[in-house]
């Protein structure tokens, strides 16, 4: 390695030996490096490893307990990857869930998101700055968690602070089991996601359906990255219902006509996709997120991934509502985001209608009416976007895409 390592680099060594040589010359003169050394246990002992899943059975993950131990061990760095077929998501159901929490830190207190010594972490990819679903501690046991592609990686990453007292017997560390499902048949029930069809084979069904369902007293908004339609037959379509059932109300049919800015978005909690195919099981492809909110169809949310659409509420149509709906993007640790606004047009009333950028300490960093946006890039992996409206807004509204940007 030579010029500049990302602070989150991480090596590990295949064995119990580790060679480190610094070599220079008398061109230049730098600071140097720092690193800090870390003695873990290996993939021989439990700890970490590739685990390949199989579509028609599950596999189960225990922590490890080295010589038989009542509990895991202290200065553990378990990296497990684990990979579903081609197509396939990965989904995680916990059986038993014991890893501490801070020394003399009421954790029920502070809650399971708040785990700083002990933890389980979660990435959506293999990758060391992957998206984290969740980091996870104490004595609950997490909800669901499952990919959005068919990488997962899993850590379990312990401190020096477990002794080997009686009351320490009750961390035993996790038990998870790794069930696979691909994109038909599939219920959304995140806050938000990420929702991308996959080429159907030929042993795949002529008809896909998939449901995202949102908490009570919220709506959801899906919003199209791209939709790859068939020009040349009219029985390839996707269908979207606002409801959970074909009997719910047909909210629109994409079929031979490309439509550049799609979004939908539902009266009620649940949306229905149904990717019908022909008789050659040909399908419509798309990429697409979603996101729920409890602020009125379409206004606002939070969404967490490396790429991403927003929209306007109800775009294309002009939203004639007093209101104030804000828009959280959020990309991986270690990045940037990037904001693009592919459409934008508010009308002509700006002194009550427009638009914000704001960063994570909430100041504002520019507000926008009349004019189009410049491209956005933040100081780090986090922007708001808030949308002012009244009844009197005139424009039919924008369109913005971001992107995780090193």
């Given at each position: 390695m030579c010029g500049y390592v990302n602070s989150s680099t991480t090596i590990n060594s295949s064995g119990n030996e580790v060679l480190l040589q610094l070599v220079t010359d008398i061109s230049a003169a730098y600071t140097g490096f720092q690193v800090e050394i870390i003695f873990s246990y290996s993939e021989s002992a439990g700890c970490g490893g590739q685990i390949d899943l199989n579509p028609t059975s599950s596999h189960t993950l225990k922590s490890p307990?080295?010589?038989?131990?009542?509990?895991?061990?202290?200065?553990?760095?378990?990296?497990?990857?684990?990979?579903?077929?081609?197509?396939?998501?990965?989904?995680?159901?916990f059986i038993s869930f014991h890893v501490s929490s801070c020394y003399n830190v009421n954790q029920t207190a502070l809650g399971i998101s708040t785990c700083n010594c002990d933890f389980v972490e979660f990435r959506d990819g293999i990758n060391p700055n992957s998206i984290i679903i969740g980091?996870?501690?104490?004595h609950t046991l997490p909800p669901q968690i499952h990919s959005t592609y068919e990488y997962m990686?899993?850590?379990?990453?312990?401190?020096?602070?477990?002794?080997?007292?009686?009351?320490?017997?009750?961390?035993?560390?996790?038990?998870?089991?790794?069930i696979t499902s691909g994109f038909c048949g599939r219920n959304y029930t995140d806050s938000q996601g990420r929702i991308k069809s996959r080429y159907p084979t030929p042993e795949d069904s002529t008809d896909c359906y998939t449901l995202i369902t949102?908490?009570?007293?919220?709506?959801?908004?899906?919003?199209?990255?791209?939709?790859?339609?068939e020009y040349d037959n009219e029985n390839v379509y996707l269908d979207?219902?606002?409801?959970?059932?074909?009997?719910?109300?047909?909210?629109?049919?994409?079929?031979?006509?490309?439509?550049?800015?799609?979004?939908?978005?539902?009266?009620?909690?649940?949306?229905?996709?149904?990717?019908?195919?022909?008789?050659?099981?040909?399908m419509l492809t798309f990429d697409s997120?979603?996101?729920?909110?409890?602020?009125?169809?379409?206004?606002?949310?939070?969404?967490?991934?490396?790429?991403?659409?927003?929209?306007?509420?109800?775009?294309?149509?002009?939203?004639?509502?007093?209101?104030?709906?804000?828009?959280?993007?959020?990309?991986?640790?270690?990045?940037?985001?990037?904001?693009?606004?592919?459409?934008?047009?508010?009308g002509v009333v700006c002194?009550?209608?427009?638009?914000?950028?704001?960063?994570?300490?909430?100041?504002?960093?520019?507000?926008?009416?009349?004019?189009?946006?410049?491209?956005?890039?933040?100081?780090?992996?986090?922007?708001?976007?808030?949308?002012?409206?009244?009844?009197?807004?005139?424009?039919?509204?924008?369109?913005?895409?971001?992107?995780?940007?090193?």
């Open positions: 307990l080295i010589g038989n131990s009542f509990v895991y061990e202290n200065y553990l760095d378990c990296t497990w990857n684990i990979k579903a077929p081609h197509d396939y998501v990965v989904n995680v159901e980091t996870y501690c104490g990686s899993v850590r379990l990453a312990t401190d020096g602070e477990l002794a080997s007292s009686e009351s320490s017997r009750s961390y035993r560390g996790f038990e998870i089991e790794f949102a908490p009570e007293h919220h709506t959801v908004a899906l919003y199209f990255l791209f939709i790859t339609p979207i219902f606002d409801g959970n059932s074909t009997t719910s109300p047909l909210l629109v049919r994409f079929a031979k006509e490309a439509v550049r800015y799609s979004a939908v978005f539902s009266t009620g909690k649940s949306l229905l996709l149904h990717n019908h195919g022909g008789d050659n099981k040909r997120n979603y996101v729920a909110t409890d602020k009125g169809r379409g206004c606002g949310g939070k969404l967490n991934n490396v790429v991403g659409r927003v929209m306007s509420p109800l775009y294309p149509e002009v939203y004639r509502q007093k209101s104030t709906c804000e828009w959280e993007l959020e990309t991986p640790h270690g990045t940037r985001v990037m904001v693009h606004f592919e459409v934008f047009d508010l002194d009550q209608n427009y638009l914000q950028l704001v960063n994570r300490d909430g100041n504002t960093i520019s507000t926008f009416c009349s004019e189009t946006p410049a491209d956005y890039t933040s100081v780090d992996n986090y922007v708001k976007i808030i949308f002012t409206t009244t009844l009197n807004n005139g424009g039919t509204g924008w369109v913005a895409d971001f992107v995780a940007i090193a």
